[in-house]
């Protein structure tokens, strides 16, 4: 039994804070977290947190009914909670962490915006250089603006690129509401910036601001939210559950080829491939529309060879579950015989459970980081779940002595 510690749970994952407590011997905090009529949350600590050293378990998922941003909501009202009731430290352990998959500009289906190169002469004669283009990499000899010699005279180009489109159309902005039929036809030229929120940094300072003093985590989609938080951040890694899985659960795992569905993952993909021995194949998107309002698809391309062969997919998350299950089909396309997938962060948002059913995957393998009980009562035999309580009682239990967590780390 651990002692002068509190694990206090959230209602994201109740199955999750039950294991640990009885993993650590001790029992969770009595608290009340509920809504008011008028959807406020109410939070009440029911057992005294002064000087304590406090856990407090809330995964970052959205299914099954519940709702992301007020698991999330409850989550700092819980931190500023025991702040209040002068608690020792207060640490967030979010086993999925919210928002990492918007660290700073959202994801865009058509890639960066592609630009063709400007003729030298167009048809008849005159130079198509247009102020949209990209400049080439500047180097010994080349002009220094694309379609442009050293020699022009880049200002008298701008004013006369300036008096003609002032004479051939009307000048307005996106507030001018006299002339709504003209505001609502407006198109962004190529290269507008679009200015979004960062919910990534914003994240990490509501945690900070409600006086979270640590937190806990596993296998961020971007590990670059570590750098948001002037806090210590511990991400463990899921990958020693997978590799322990690929060892005991898949016949002549030798034999059996490491497939990472695009090229974020590649890194992770080829740890757990080079520490098992195993060979490694890459799956790439290409992105290569003609124009640049096409909206077609990415073409998947595979580098390696898995003809006869059994391939493991290795991801860390699957929300719509749609890159893992094209994966799966172009495996099974260029001649795969038995298909894993093994992911830590099922999420299955959508109709994601659907679509991994009629897919190529022989079997699923997820971690209990978000609740997996609907997802099994669906997906039936063809998904397995591990138990990722272990290794967050462990992180817990050693950072609360100050010991060192660097064996967690340590998937090699």
């Not at 057992?47 to 992301?68: A, E, H, M």
């Not at 989609?221 to 002037?230: A, W």
């Not at 210590?232 to 899921?238: E, M, Q, S, T």
Request: proline share 6%; hydrophobic share 35%.
């Amino acid at each position: 039994m651990v002692r002068n510690i509190v694990v206090l749970g959230g209602n994201s994952h109740p199955e999750l804070v039950e294991s640990v407590c009885g993993i650590l011997g001790l029992p969770a905090c009595s608290r009340i977290l509920t809504k008011f009529s008028s959807g406020e949350s109410r939070c009440e600590i029911q057992d005294s947190v002064r000087g304590k050293d406090v856990y407090i378990i809330q995964t970052g998922f959205g299914g099954n009914g519940s709702r992301l941003n007020d698991h999330f909501m409850d989550l700092c009202i819980m931190i500023s909670a025991c702040k209040t009731g002068s608690a020792r430290r207060v640490t967030a352990v979010l086993p999925l962490f919210p928002y990492s998959r918007q660290p700073d500009l959202p994801y865009n289906k058509a890639g960066a915006p592609l630009y063709k190169a400007p003729t030298p002469n167009g048809e008849n004669g005159k130079n198509q250089y247009t102020f949209d283009s990209v400049p080439p990499t500047p180097g010994p000899g080349v002009p220094k603006t694309s379609g442009l010699t050293n020699s022009s005279d880049i200002a008298n180009q701008m004013i006369k690129n300036a008096l003609t489109n002032g004479s051939s159309k009307e000048q307005y902005t996106t507030h001018d509401y006299e002339n709504l039929s003209i505001v609502n036809g407006f198109q962004a030229k190529p290269g507008y910036k679009q200015w979004v929120a960062q919910a990534g940094t914003l994240v990490a300072n509501l945690l900070t601001c409600a006086g979270c003093d640590h937190v806990i985590t596993m296998d961020l989609h971007d590990p670059q939210v570590q750098g948001f938080f002037d806090i210590p951040v511990d991400n463990l890694y899921g990958q020693p559950l997978l590799k322990r899985y690929i060892q005991q659960h898949i016949p002549n795992w030798r034999d059996a080829v490491i497939i990472s569905p695009d090229a974020g993952g590649a890194k992770r993909a080829t740890a757990i491939a080079d520490s098992l021995g195993m060979e490694f194949a890459l799956i790439h998107k290409e992105r290569r529309p003609t124009k640049i309002t096409d909206r077609q698809n990415a073409s998947m391309m595979l580098v390696g060879n898995v003809t006869d062969r059994v391939c493991i997919l290795l991801d860390d998350i699957a929300d719509t579950g749609n890159t893992i299950t094209r994966a799966a089909k172009l495996l099974k396309k260029e001649g795969a015989t038995t298909i894993y997938a093994l992911l830590t962060h099922g999420v299955f948002s959508g109709d994601a459970i659907s679509r991994v059913k009629a897919s190529a995957i022989d079997k699923l393998v997820v971690t209990n980081s978000v609740p997996q009980d609907e997802h099994k009562k669906q997906l039936g035999s063809k998904l397995d779940v591990l138990d990722i309580s272990p290794i967050f009682a462990e992180a817990m239990r050693r950072v609360h002595h100050g010991e060192s967590i660097s064996v967690l780390f340590n998937y090699e």
